[in-house]
T-cell receptor, first 116, second 114 residues
Framework: NAGVMQNPRHLVRRRGQEARLRCSPV?????VYWYRQLPEEGLKFMVY????????ESGMPKERFSAEFPKEGPSILRIQQVVRGDSAAYFC??????????????FGSGTRLTVV | AQSVTQLGSHVSVSEGALVLLRCNYS??????LFWYVQYPNQGLQLLLK??????LVKGINGFEAEFKKSETSFHLTKPSAHMSDAAEYFC????????????FGKGNQVVVIP
């Protein structure tokens, strides 16, 4: 399957623990985007990364959240000291270049985080 | 900043009837426009997109949408609903500047009645 791979599909964490969400983009895609979907709402942009660079993190909460896209390996969205309000579906999308708008973006199946 | 309005969170349509999902956007310049579909517990799948050129865009599964600049709209239609069309549909917009992110509407949950 050449699509965007996200794992795990489901993640349960206790309050205060760390959550690590992984995203492997489509092979050859160098641009990755993270979105969060809260219940009854659309997706909200979080962060846009290229290999080894954060391009736009204007949608990221100022504390506890971080993202990286290393030269090798998947993109990681990390949430430290999770709280119940972090419970949501987190989606990753990728595009081959900065022309993602022309391309339409490819989305993964998401990671559903539940904080108990 | 762009924004997207989708009215009516839940839409019921009879099998075989017209599907019409409305999308209005707010943007200072004509943006790129997208419709995505999300089936339960799955990711988003691109239905169709408008970037430039012909304002009537045809997508997968028999859906189409028309970009109307004067109405700042990009409504999604399908002439005849099928049971398999039951899903959530999202309209999204991206501007033509350096910003590469999508702004999504809240979505329409479509229920198809046999």
């Amino acid at each position: 399957n050449a699509g965007v791979m996200q794992n795990p599909r489901h993640l349960v964490r206790r309050r205060g623990q760390e959550a690590r969400l992984r995203c492997s983009p489509v092979k050859g895609h160098s641009h990755v985007y993270w979105y969060r979907q809260l219940p009854e709402e659309g997706l909200k942009f979080m962060v846009y990364l290229q290999k080894e660079n954060i391009i736009d993190e204007s949608g990221m909460p100022k504390e506890r959240f971080s993202a990286e896209f290393p030269k090798e390996g998947p993109s990681i969205l990390r949430i430290q000291q999770v709280v119940r309000g972090d419970s949501a579906a987190y989606f990753c999308a990728s595009s081959p270049s900065g022309t993602g708008r022309n391309y339409g973006y490819t989305f993964g199946s998401g990671t559903r985080l539940t904080v108990v | 900043a762009q924004s997207v309005t989708q009215l009516g969170s839940h839409v019921s349509v009879s099998e075989g009837a017209l599907v019409l999902l409305r999308c209005n956007y707010s943007s200072s310049v004509p943006p790129y426009l997208f419709w995505y579909v999300q089936y339960p517990n799955q990711g988003l799948q691109l239905l169709l997109k408008y970037t430039t050129g012909a304002t009537l865009v045809k997508g997968i599964n028999g859906f189409e949408a028309e970009f109307k600049k004067s109405e700042t709209s990009f409504h999604l239609t399908k002439p005849s609903a099928h049971m398999s069309d039951a899903a959530e549909y999202f309209c999204a917009v991206s501007d033509r500047g350096g910003n590469n992110r999508l702004a999504f509407g809240k979505g329409n949950q479509v229920v198809v009645i046999p």
